[in-house]
Each structure stands twice: as C-alpha cells, then as structure tokens.
C-alpha cells in the first residue's frame, strides 16, 4: 500500500519492459486462436498493456514528487530521483512500443501465410 502512496522510484523500469514482453509473447501465442475465432485480440491486449506500462510510469512519477520514497534508507535522493526519471521515460518508451507493435495489427492480417 505504501508503494502505491508514495510511489516507487523503479516502477516504470520493471512495469514498461515486462509489458512489452508479455504484449510480444501474446501477439505470436494468440495468433492461432484469433484466426481460428476470427475475433481481433491484439489491440484490446496491447492496450491494457499499454496502460499497465503506463501506470509503473505514474508510479515513479509520484516517487519523483514525493522526493524519491525510497525503500531502502542508504540510497541517496539524487539516485531515487534519477531511478525515478529512468522509470518514466522507459515506460513511456516501452508504452510506445506496444502501440507500434498493435498498430501493425490495423494493416496487416496476422492469418495470412
């Protein structure tokens, strides 16, 4: 709960990398499944990664705001604030990612061999 409130500095450096590769690993496993049902799963699934991708950015943009929340006592503001900002922008980064990879889905059919 505390992380939630204060945020964590390394949030969006776990969050942006582990939905890109959940959002890669779904697009080649669902490819099957959505050709045999013909139902459009890629973008729904990008998005809610997008947002989960997101929302580790946001957490360490609070941990940013409040000074840097650190977990740990022997770390430094600086290193929380500079953890916190690497957070964000590879968030952000990995959230852009995803949307490019879906966006691939609105011109090319993934049935076609």
């Known amino acids: 709960m505390r992380a939630l409130r204060l945020g964590t500095s390394w949030g969006g450096l776990v969050s942006g990398p582990l939905a890109w590769a959940i959002s890669t690993q779904l697009n080649y496993a669902l490819v099957p499944w959505q050709c045999n049902r013909q139902v459009p799963v890629v973008l729904p699934v990008a998005l809610v990664l997008m947002v989960f991708s997101l929302l580790g950015g946001v957490l360490s943009w609070q941990a940013k705001r409040q000074g840097g929340a650190a977990f740990k006592p022997e770390r430094t503001r600086s290193t929380e604030r500079f953890i916190a900002d690497l957070g964000m922008l590879s968030?952000?980064?990995?959230?852009?990612?995803?949307?490019?990879?879906?966006?691939?889905?609105l011109i090319l059919d993934g049935c076609l061999r």
């Open 91 to 105: 968030a952000l980064l990995f959230a852009l990612v995803i949307v490019m990879q879906a966006s691939a889905a």
